[in-house]
């Protein structure tokens, strides 16, 4: 078979599992798996077949490397601890992204079927949540979810995600490529709504945090692009008047959400309770920092961090509902309490070295490099934003979407702009 058709018909390929992956994204169970258990099958193959003509730049060196050490990390703190062998199975997804990578980077897709991934996932989870009722958390609880993310702290924070990367689209729209470019900014804007209008529907505080920074971060690119940044500006200061103004006002579920945060550290610092959920965090975050205290270079491990709430609640000093949680609800205080500072340093530098990877494609006047470079950008921002008041990397349907979302735009980056040297 012809060069030509084999690449033609290994895009095809790719393009349609796009497509079948939008779709099944938050509407089957195990859809999240989909895509990076595909690739990871393929990689083995195709690094196998072209082990001898692999050549790596120094960004996609570096990549590797923070991957392979956030895997390494956990690692030692797991034999050093004796932890059971299962807490080795987010970390090593972390491995296996270096494999993603490493295929995506070397075939191409259409971009827009990335966007249509986006746009798909997105659209598909708000029909999907809106047409089951979304009450699955606690029901009578009035916070969205639905019955594959039934945690409402989740869901929310993996909605807010895929409607940034909706409104980040936006930028892709000014490529001279693209077509039907009035349609895709209708899509990526209901995309964009629907994402924001889920996680507040959810009642997820800690993403809506991020909300005026990640939203001026990308509007400030896509005003870039079309040459309106003054215009940007006034509108900012314009919708946080707005919002202000709406807040003190006007009563609703988001600000009673908003509320409860000052009133539950208000009955904690007062009352010493910690029944609230405020409180609860606030418990969990003393001991996980008193935990590594104890252990500091590789942490105490799952188990020393159980240990430590099981003998402070039996010392009468939190309430027994501490115990319940598996989580400390902060990503960089369990990376110290479990794996000390080599588990925190790893992650620092994972997120520091793929930043640095999507800033310096920020001014690209390749607006398809750009629109993914943003899209990844903000995947990061998101991310560190939700480890304030959640953990997100110890469980498979948080871990993962930000694992194919940054393997898919560092991949196709790299692979665009090995394509523009070898013109």
């Not at 009642?203 to 003054?230: C, D, E, M």
């Not at 105490?300 to 501490?322: D, F, H, P, S």
């Not at 990376?335 to 588990?343: I, P, S, T, Y």
Request: charged share 15%.
């Amino acid at each position: 078979m012809p060069i030509n058709k084999i690449v033609f018909c290994k895009t095809s390929i790719f393009n349609a599992l796009l497509i079948i992956y939008g779709m099944i994204f938050f509407t089957l169970p195990s859809g999240i798996s989909f895509l990076p258990l595909v690739l990871l099958l393929f990689s083995f193959y195709y690094l196998i077949k072209q082990r001898h003509t692999l050549i790596f730049e120094a960004d996609e060196r570096r990549i590797y490397f923070v991957l392979a050490l956030y895997f390494i990390g956990a690692l030692a703190s797991l034999l050093i601890n004796q932890d059971a062998l299962a807490n080795l199975d987010e970390p090593t997804k972390f491995l296996f992204t270096i494999l993603l990578i490493m295929v995506i980077a070397r075939h191409r897709f259409d971009i827009h079927f990335f966007w249509l991934f986006i746009l798909f996932a997105t659209l598909s989870n708000v029909v999907y949540v809106v047409w089951l009722g979304g009450d699955f958390y606690q029901p009578g609880f009035n916070r969205l979810s639905s019955d594959l993310i039934s945690n409402p702290l989740y869901f929310g924070n993996l909605s807010l995600l895929f409607g940034f990367l909706s409104l980040s689209g936006l930028i892709w729209t000014q490529d001279k490529n693209s077509q039907h470019k009035k349609l895709w900014i209708i899509l990526f804007l209901l995309g964009f709504v629907g994402g924001v209008y889920l996680s507040i529907m959810s009642g997820t505080r800690g993403g809506w945090v991020a909300i005026p920074f990640v939203s001026y971060f990308v509007l400030y690119h896509y005003a870039k692009a079309i040459q309106k940044t003054k215009l940007l500006n006034f509108g900012f200061v314009l919708s946080f008047l707005l919002i202000g103004f709406m807040f003190f006002l006007v009563e609703t579920p988001f600000k009673e959400r908003l509320m409860l945060i000052s009133k539950d550290i208000e009955i904690y610092l007062t009352l010493n309770e910690s029944y609230t959920s405020s409180g609860l965090r606030l418990e969990m975050w003393k001991v996980g920092m008193a935990t590594f205290l104890e252990s500091p270079i590789f942490g105490a491990g799952v188990n020393g961090y159980a240990a430590a709430v099981t003998e402070v609640i039996q010392q009468g000093k939190v309430i027994e509902e501490l115990g319940t949680f598996h989580q400390l609800h902060n990503q960089f205080i369990q990376e110290l309490a479990f794996k000390g500072v080599v588990g925190l340093v790893s992650l620092v530098l994972l997120f520091g070295v793929f930043m640095r990877f999507f800033i310096k494609r920020l001014n690209s006047k390749c607006y398809q490099i750009k629109s993914l470079a943003v899209a990844g950008a903000l995947t990061c921002m998101l991310y560190l934003f939700f480890f304030l008041s959640i953990t997100m990397f110890h469980l498979n349907k948080t871990t993962l979407p930000f694992l194919i979302i940054v393997a898919l735009t560092v991949g196709q980056i790299l692979y665009k702009e090995n394509a523009q040297r070898s013109r």
